[in-house]
């Protein structure tokens, strides 16, 4: 029989622990991730594993993938940030792009170079339809001029995925996704400083001011339906904060399973207390819930399923809010030796929280999910 082929996650996954362990602590107090680190896993295809081989990319599957993400939320959640906004911007490409911009930008993103993608503004958060950043048709290039929010990764990019509206003179309401050098004339970034949590993921708010871009820059070439544009790249991005969040519960269930295995109250192990073993035991069901819904949507998603949008909210509304209160409870666990600033638990408490807000919000996931339910129900007969 033939040897069989060597897992390229393996070997990325390998190679994160030899990079990030011990580390992200001390990442997490500074507030800043080593750009060797980023260069490093961006020119292994690590941050955007399931490009395709033929553009450098590791060929995953989102099950594989997501499980390699989940290894990395596990030990740092801003670091699978960083990751989630490189495989966003990925994506967008790959779905959005032509073959002429795959070919230029995929190899890019799995050869060192970072991404960042646009989407939020100062009155354009959970309601996109609000978008004001305009990019308009001048002859043969584009003027970009707006304003961005809360970018993750923005701080590290070398490239910026805009999605702003589309004016090509016809009138129509229109929208587009525009690949823009972070190095561009007109383009500043502004790190956002000391954020509740994922403090080392490059958060910053960026400003267009007449950038001039090639028309070759819009992906896709033309104005498209913002819905449309939007759901690509979020659809990814749920994924992946689904699967970070699996490896959040990951982090909190073995400090806490370990902590009260070893510290003793009363004259027992805390995980004999039975209110302690109660925590333990909610984290287990939170952990084990949080893998099954990733692993229904990302299965969706290698089947090419039609409800993989819809697969994707329900996990990372599921993950996000069973992320949040299992930290809350891990944190209980360890008590102040969890109060630690930096500590694994109580970085955990402050970006579960933060899970619970990107790439839609709790409440919003919950409409999209009712909108589903009384779809679903009416076409019954």
Known sequence: MPEPLPDPLAAARLLVGELVAGRPAEWDLKGELPRELLTALGARGALCAQVPARFGGLAATSRA??????????????????????????????????????????????????????????????????????????????????????????????????????????????????????????????????????????????TFDAVRLPASAVLGGCGQSLQLLVTAALTYGRFSVAWGCVGILRACLDAATRHASAREQFGKPLARHQLVAGHLADLFVAEQSATRASEHASDRWDSGSSDVAMAAVLAKHTAAELAAHGAARAVQVLGSAGAVDGEVVARAYRDAKLMEIIEGSNEICRLLLAQHAVTAANRRP
């Open 65 to 206: 993938n997501g499980e390699f993400t989940a290894y990395v939320g596990s030990l740092c959640s801003s670091l699978r940030s960083v990751m989630t906004s490189q495989g966003m911007a990925a994506w967008a490409v790959q779905r959005l792009g032509t073959r002429e911009q795959r070919d230029t930008h995929l190899p890019r993103l799995t050869g060192g170079e970072l991404a960042a993608v646009a989407f939020s503004e100062p009155a354009a958060g959970s309601d996109l339809s609000a978008m004001t950043t305009r990019l308009r048709v001048d002859g043969d290039t584009v003027v970009l001029d707006g304003q961005k929010k809360w970018i993750t990764a923005a701080h590290y990019a070398d490239l910026l995925v805009v999605f702003a509206r589309y004016d090509d003179g016809s009138g129509e309401d229109a929208a587009a996704a525009v690949v823009v050098p972070a190095s561009a004339p007109g383009v500043r970034v502004r790190r956002v400083a000391d954020p509740l949590g994922c403090r080392a993921a490059g958060h910053a708010d960026l």
